[in-house]
């Protein structure tokens, strides 16, 4: 076991459509193996029938369920589930729960394959929409936690594949010609394994209490 266990936050892996959970696995044994408590959750149902928001729900009810009410932890989001974890975070009152959050591979200004389906969580990650254009309009408290963003610009199911930048944060770009291989290329679970481990940076912390509440530090478009 890692001894530096004790000074990491457990970490929950938010899986993107049509997945479960086990698309993790690897990175899931990656990380447990140098000393992480990774958890994993099935988000149902997984195929957009539901907004993204409705799911966040299922992220928050797992982080109070499985966790004590003062325990920080750590959030890694890949693909759609980087929007869902953006929803618990920024809409649901994650910000004061989560310390360090990394996105892989999330379409933060949407993807054109969304307009393949008409499904409620596929509408909401079509390019530009109105639920991303409303998390993008105080993506600033992000800048509250430490936060990363991975992309590949070889994506075919970001389309643009440069809807994955975000500009808050560190971003990585690792050059990966598949979408699903953004959770096992060695160098992106390197990257993970080091954001995972950075110390939390000093930040003036602000507590929202409202689902709808926007941050002090927002409020422009971007």
């Not at 991303?132 to 509250?144: I, Y």
């Amino acid at each position: 076991m890692n001894t530096e266990n004790q000074q990491h936050n457990p970490v929950l892996l938010i899986h993107g459509i049509d997945d479960t959970g086990a698309v993790f696995n690897t990175m899931a044994g990656y990380l447990t193996q140098r000393g992480w408590s990774v958890h994993t959750l099935d988000l149902i149902p997984n195929n957009g029938a539901v907004g993204l928001d409705e799911l966040a729900k299922q992220v928050e009810y797992y982080v109070a369920a499985n966790f004590a009410p003062e325990q920080t932890l750590d959030l890694v989001g890949f693909s759609m589930g980087g929007i869902v974890s953006r929803y618990y975070i920024q809409r649901l009152g994650g910000i004061n729960r989560v310390q360090r959050f990394i996105t892989i591979a999330s379409p933060h200004y949407g993807t054109a394959v969304a307009y393949g389906s008409r499904r409620p969580g596929c509408v909401q990650m079509r390019t530009n929409s109105a639920f991303l254009k409303d998390l993008n309009s105080d993506a600033a408290m992000l800048k509250q936690l430490n936060f990363t963003s991975i992309w590949t610009p070889y994506d075919l199911m970001i389309v643009p594949a440069n809807s994955s930048q975000i500009p808050v944060g560190r971003e990585e770009i690792i050059p990966v010609a598949l979408h699903p291989w953004m959770l096992k290329d060695a160098r992106s679970l390197a990257i993970v394994a080091a954001a995972l481990a950075e110390p939390i940076k000093p930040y003036p912390q602000f507590v929202y209490t409202h689902s709808s509440q926007k941050s002090p530090l927002g409020g422009d478009n971007i």
